[in-house]
């Protein structure tokens, strides 16, 4: 192991934004400690005082695209609460799709307690939503999974079109499926949307909730 440094010349929050910026803009393949440190104007042992090693630094990048720059919604627990987790995943998914770069890194270093560290909140605005207790494993880890399944997806594949959701369709042997895209209205982020809110609606349906939201909403 490379000793430390006695005095750090960079702090943890810069090494990770500027590991952010070379990721974006020459990809992941192009990253690496000397490659950060010379973006740092730093000698490589410096990064030694806030990281052990490049996949401590990797989950931190990670840890910042899909938790610390995902805004929260601000919505007051009530009847309508699914429009709470709709515009999280939204949110969630345009933070990481300006970093589509940064997709493999995702998909090996999420730290799997990024998102449990705000789930007891979470637990808190469902409950006072009139949500039962033994429904919000359900719903929190539905929603992790669907989320981060569908936009780590779309993250590795290039940006499409409502016409190109589904790449390389052959109007002669995939009729079907060639009609289906010309019929359909919905852009990728509307359809992400649109599977978000059904899960949570189903949830509602499955469980009789719709009568207990009216009932909050009128009480």
Same mark, same amino acid.
Request: charged fraction near 25%.
């Given at each position: 192991?490379?000793?430390? @440094?006695?005095? @750090? ?6 090494? #990770? ?10 990809g992941l393949d192009a990253f690496s400690l000397p490659r950060l440190a010379k973006h740092l104007g730093v000698r490589a042992p410096s990064l030694y005082h806030h990281f052990s090693d490049k996949n401590e630094i990797l989950t931190e990048v990670a840890r910042f695209i899909a938790g610390t720059s995902v805004a929260r919604p601000r919505r007051r627990p009530g009847p309508d609460w699914p429009e709470y987790?709709?515009?999280?995943? /939204? ?7 300006? %970093?589509?770069?940064?997709? @493999?890194?995702? +998909?090996? %270093?999420?730290?799997? &307690?990024?998102?449990?560290? *705000? ?6 605005? +469902?409950?006072?939503?009139? #949500?039962?207790? &033994?429904?919000?494993?359900?719903? /929190?880890?539905?929603? &992790? *999974? ?5 936009? /780590?997806? &779309?993250?590795?594949?290039? $940006? ?8 390389? #369709?052959?109007?002669?042997?995939? $009729?079907?499926?060639? !009609?289906?895209?010309?019929?359909? @209205? ?7 949307? !649109?599977? #978000?809110?059904?899960?949570? %609606?189903?949830?509602?349906?499955? %469980? ?7 009932? *909050?909403? *009128?009480?």
């Amino acid at each position: 192991m490379m000793a430390r @440094p006695s005095k @750090p010349l960079i702090s943890r929050a810069a090494a #990770v934004a500027a590991s952010i910026d070379i990721i974006d803009s020459e990809g992941l393949d192009a990253f690496s400690l000397p490659r950060l440190a010379k973006h740092l104007g730093v000698r490589a042992p410096s990064l030694y005082h806030h990281f052990s090693d490049k996949n401590e630094i990797l989950t931190e990048v990670a840890r910042f695209i899909a938790g610390t720059s995902v805004a929260r919604p601000r919505r007051r627990p009530g009847p309508d609460w699914p429009e709470y987790f709709v515009s999280l995943a /939204l949110n969630f998914r345009q933070s990481i799709l300006r %970093h589509r770069n940064a997709a @493999p890194v995702l +998909l090996q %270093h999420l730290p799997r &307690e990024l998102f449990v560290d *705000t789930y007891e909140d979470t637990a808190r605005f +469902l409950l006072d939503s009139g #949500v039962p207790a &033994e429904l919000h494993v359900r719903i /929190l880890d539905g929603m &992790e *999974t669907l989320a981060i399944g569908t936009v /780590l997806m &779309e993250a590795v594949r290039p $940006p499409s079109t409502k016409s190109t959701i589904f790449p390389n #369709v052959d109007r002669v042997s995939q $009729p079907l499926l060639a !009609e289906a895209l010309t019929s359909n @209205p919905l852009t990728q982020k509307q359809l992400f949307e !649109e599977m #978000v809110r059904s899960f949570l %609606h189903g949830i509602i349906r499955d %469980h009789d909730l719709e009568d207990q939201s009216t009932a *909050t909403a *009128t009480a």
